[in-house]
C-alpha cells in the first residue's frame, strides 16, 4: 500500500515571494508518478504539475517547479513568485505504474498574503 | 472542449434517504474515477471504471454504495440510506486511458445529510 504525507497543515506566504509545500510518500513500486493538484474555493481539483519517477530531472511549469528526490522518497513544490490566485489547497498525489487510482495526502492549506 | 461535469452541485437529503450523484466524463475518456472528500481532508479513492472491463470497487466503504457506467458514458453514484458520515463532496475524474494517469476532475457534488 502506498502513504502519501503532507506535513504542513497551513502556510501562508506575501505575495511575490517564494514558498515550498513538502510531500513524502511511502512505496515500494520502482516505477510511478507524482501530481501536486490545486483546488481552490470552487472545489475544482487543477493538476499543477507531474513527474515521472525515471526521470532525475526535477519538472517545471513557469513559476512551479518540484524537487523531486527518490532515495528520500520526497516531492516538494516550490512556488516562485506567489500570486493571490495560487490561495488554494495544495495536494499531492501518487500513482504507480502498475495501478491507476491516485493516492493523495492530507493537503497543504496555502494563503498569499498582499 | 467541455471539462467532466457533475449534478447536482449541492445535495441535502435527510438521514436514511437514497441519493444518485451523476458524472459526466470529458468525451472520448474511458476510464472514470470517484472520489470522496471530507471536511479538510484529503480524496479517498471510491471506484474506477475502464471502458467494458469490470470495475474496481475495492474502495466502497460499505454496501450502501454502488456505482454504474454505461459503456464509456455518464456514470452514476448512489448512496443508499444515507448517513451523517456520508456528508463530504463527492469528485468524480476522467482519464484518456488508464495508463495516462494525469486525471481531470469535475467540480463535485457536496452532499449534506441532515
Known amino acids: 500500500a502506498q502513504t502519501v504525507t503532507q506535513s504542513q497543515p497551513e502556510m501562508s506566504v506575501q505575495e511575490a515571494e517564494t514558498v515550498t509545500l513538502s510531500c513524502t510518500y511511502d512505496?515500494?513500486?520502482?516505477?510511478?508518478?507524482l501530481f501536486w493538484y490545486k483546488q481552490p474555493p470552487s472545489r475544482q481539483m487543477i493538476l499543477v504539475i507531474r513527474?515521472?519517477?525515471?526521470?532525475?530531472q526535477n519538472a517545471t511549469e513557469n513559476r512551479f517547479s518540484v524537487n523531486f528526490q527518490k532515495a528520500a522518497k520526497s516531492f516538494s513544490l516550490k512556488i516562485s513568485d506567489s500570486q493571490l490566485g495560487d490561495t488554494a489547497m495544495y495536494f499531492c498525489a501518487f500513482v504507480p505504474t502498475s495501478g491507476s487510482r491516485l493516492t493523495f495526502g492530507e493537503g497543504t492549506q496555502l494563503t498569499v498574503n498582499p | 472542449g467541455a471539462g467532466v461535469s457533475q449534478s447536482p452541485s449541492n445535495k441535502v437529503t435527510e438521514k436514511g434517504k437514497d441519493v444518485e450523484l451523476r458524472c459526466d466524463p470529458i468525451s472520448g475518456h474511458t476510464a472514470l474515477y470517484w472520489y470522496r472528500q471530507r471536511l479538510g481532508q484529503g480524496l479517498e479513492f471510491l471506484i474506477y471504471?475502464?471502458?467494458?472491463?469490470?470495475?474496481?470497487k475495492s474502495g466502497l466503504p460499505s454496501d450502501r454504495f454502488s456505482a454504474e457506467r454505461t459503456g464509456e458514458s455518464v456514470s452514476t453514484l448512489t448512496i443508499q440510506r444515507t448517513q451523517q458520515e456520508d456528508s463530504a463532496v463527492y469528485l468524480c475524474?476522467?482519464?484518456?486511458?488508464?495508463?495516462?494517469?494525469?486525471?481531470?476532475f469535475g467540480p463535485g457534488t457536496r452532499l449534506t445529510v441532515t
Open positions: 471504471f475502464q471502458g467494458n472491463s469490470a470495475p474496481d
Open positions: 512505496t515500494s513500486e520502482n516505477n510511478y508518478y
Open positions: 475524474a476522467s482519464s484518456f486511458r488508464t495508463s495516462s494517469y494525469e486525471q481531470y
Open positions: 513527474q515521472e519517477a525515471y526521470k532525475q
